[in-house]
């Protein structure tokens, strides 16, 4: 239930539709990218898949939660962080949302640049999906 009522104040603050709000968390779409947010066994995890994209260091990354990026077996790369739930707050949550979008801009762009390095989003909503679009500018 914390689960589900962190992710509707997060709905609420970031002024996002309810119907990108579901059963099993939480779908966004932000530009070229679709962040996912799901929780099982008391497990946060936050990821966007990037495509087959060139992985830099991970070291800019460093930031907590760290982000990490892994590839699967059809060379196509994922961009993910976890937390335990009980350590998560609507704060942290925001921040992770929007150094995940920040930080797969940067990936998609071959740069390396972390999250925190980069000034001003230049993330689009995306229209495709009107109804679940990230605003363009998140702030915690």
């Given at each position: 239930?914390?689960?589900h ?7 609420r ?10 059963e099993?968390?939480?779908?966004l ?8 947010i ?14 087959d ?5 991970l ?56 999250a ?6 230049a993330i ?5 999906r ?11």
């Open positions: 239930m914390m689960f009522a962190m992710l509707s104040t997060l709905v603050q970031l002024s996002l539709p309810q119907e990108c709000l579901h099993e968390g939480l779908d779409q932000a530009g070229p990218f679709s962040l996912h799901r929780e099982r066994d008391q497990l946060v995890t936050l990821f966007i898949p990037l495509g994209i060139q992985t830099p260091s070291a800019a990354m460093a930031d907590w939660p760290v982000l990490q990026l892994s590839r699967d077996s059809e060379q196509s790369t994922l961009l993910w962080c976890r937390e335990w739930l009980d350590k998560l707050d609507v704060d942290l949550l925001t921040d992770m949302v929007s150094r995940m979008l920040h930080q797969a801009e940067a990936l998609t762009q071959g740069t390396a640049l972390a925190t390095e980069l000034s001003e989003p689009e909503p995306a229209m495709s009107p109804n679940c679009a990230i605003p363009t500018t998140i702030r915690a």
